[in-house]
């Protein structure tokens, strides 16, 4: 019976306590964290560290220690944010910097492969230019260039060979 009166006490004191301080504690984690949700959010954990707390809280320590509460556990969720913030455009850049990357290396290979073309004889140049910088079928280049297409595809092997050895070479050397 003793043990009931206590938590009776215990419950009616915090629930005072609680009526009395809450408003002024969201309004205070508010102006601290611009949120009102997020106010509240972090003066429900104070609450609830108080009431874990409560037999040890002095009677007239507690509103100030549910006020410092509520300011230590808003500035970190302020740091933390911001650690969120540095991660978010530490990533962004890790991202921009990679795909400038593969873009310049892309361009490379294929300045590369333009200066193996234009090395090439005729008139495997101009196939090679008629089939994959114009995109035409080995037939349709054929029929322009007036030649068959097995003539084609062998200009085609010729300058794929030349392509890949040249390539491969260079890429040897990095």
């Not at 954990?45 to 507690?62: I, N």
């Not at 007036?146 to 040249?166: M, Y």
Request: glycine share 4%; hydrophobic share 40%.
């Amino acid at each position: 019976m003793i043990w009931k009166k206590k938590t009776d006490d215990k419950t009616t004191a915090f629930e005072g306590l609680f009526r009395q301080q809450y408003p002024p504690l969201v309004r205070h984690a508010t102006q601290l964290l611009g949120d009102p949700e997020e106010a509240r959010d972090v003066v429900g954990e104070a609450m609830e560290q108080a009431w874990q707390r409560w037999d040890t809280l002095a009677e007239a320590q507690r509103a100030s220690w549910l006020f410092t509460t509520v300011r230590h556990l808003a500035l970190n969720r302020l740091k933390h944010r911001q650690v969120v913030t540095n991660h978010v455009e530490a990533i962004r850049e890790a991202t921009v910097f990679d795909l400038q990357a593969r873009y310049w290396e892309h361009e490379r290979l294929l300045r590369q492969a333009e200066a193996v073309v234009e090395a090439l004889g005729e008139p495997t140049r101009t196939i090679v230019r008629l089939c994959y910088f114009e995109q035409n079928t080995y037939r349709a280049a054929a029929e322009r260039l007036g030649i068959s297409p097995d003539t084609v595809k062998k200009h085609i092997s010729k300058a794929l060979r030349a392509l890949r050895e040249a390539l491969g070479k260079k890429g040897d050397e990095r």
